[in-house]
C-alpha cells in the first residue's frame, strides 16, 4: 500500500510516474490502526522513519528488468515493492542468480523497448542503495517531497482507505 499510496499523490500532485518502488528495508513496520482505524503520525514516522526524499528516475526497459533482476541474488538481502510493475520469475542456478524476471507489464501493458519509464524510488535506492544499482544508470528527473508527506496525504485526502487486493506481493 505504501508505494500505491506514493505513486497515486505523486501523480496527482502532477509527477507523472509510471512505477513507484522501494525495498522491504524501507518499510519498516506494519500500519497499526488505533481501536477506532485512526492511524497516527507516529505509526507512519515508524513505518518510514528514514525521512527519504522521492526522486522520480527514468529507466529504460532493459534497466527495469536489471532492477527487478537485481533482487534475486543470492546475496541480495532486500525485496522490491512494486506499484504499478507486474512481472513473473522463474529460478535459475546461474552463478549468483538465483531467478529470472519475465513479462514485464507496466500498468498492464508489456514493457516497451522503446520507451522511457518514469520511476518514483526514494533517494537511498535511486544512489544504489540496498545494492539495486540499475538506478544509478538512469536519469533523475524530478523529485516528489518526503516519502512520509506521501503517505500522510495519501491517507487524510482518501480515507477510509479500501482492504487492499490480496496475493500481490511477495512477503520475506
Do not use: W
Not at 106 to 114: D, L, R, S
Amino acid at each position: 500500500m505504501v508505494v500505491d499510496a506514493q505513486r497515486v499523490i505523486a501523480n496527482e500532485q502532477g509527477h507523472q510516474t509510471d512505477i513507484a518502488v522501494t525495498s522491504n528495508d524501507s518499510i519498516r513496520s506494519g500500519m497499526n490502526a488505533t481501536v477506532n482505524g485512526d492511524v497516527t503520525l507516529g505509526t507512519l514516522y515508524n513505518m518510514q522513519p528514514y525521512g527519504n526524499s522521492q526522486p522520480i528516475v527514468e529507466l529504460t526497459d532493459d534497466q527495469i528488468i536489471e532492477l527487478l533482476n537485481e533482487q534475486y541474488t543470492k546475496s541480495q538481502l532486500y525485496f522490491l515493492q512494486l506499484s504499478g510493475l507486474t512481472y513473473h520469475y522463474k529460478s535459475v542456478n546461474d552463478g549468483d542468480q538465483i531467478a529470472t524476471v519475465s513479462d514485464v507489464e507496466v500498468n498492464n501493458q508489456p514493457i516497451n523497448p522503446t520507451n522511457k519509464y518514469r520511476i518514483l524510488t526514494n533517494d537511498y535506492l535511486s544512489t544504489g542503495g540496498d545494492g539495486y544499482t540499475a538506478f544509478t544508470k538512469g536519469t533523475i528527473v524530478d523529485n516528489a517531497g518526503q516519502d512520509i508527506d506521501l503517505l500522510t496525504d495519501y491517507l487524510q485526502t482518501k480515507s477510509p482507505i479500501p482492504t487492499p487486493q490480496l496475493n500481490r506481493k511477495i512477503n520475506s
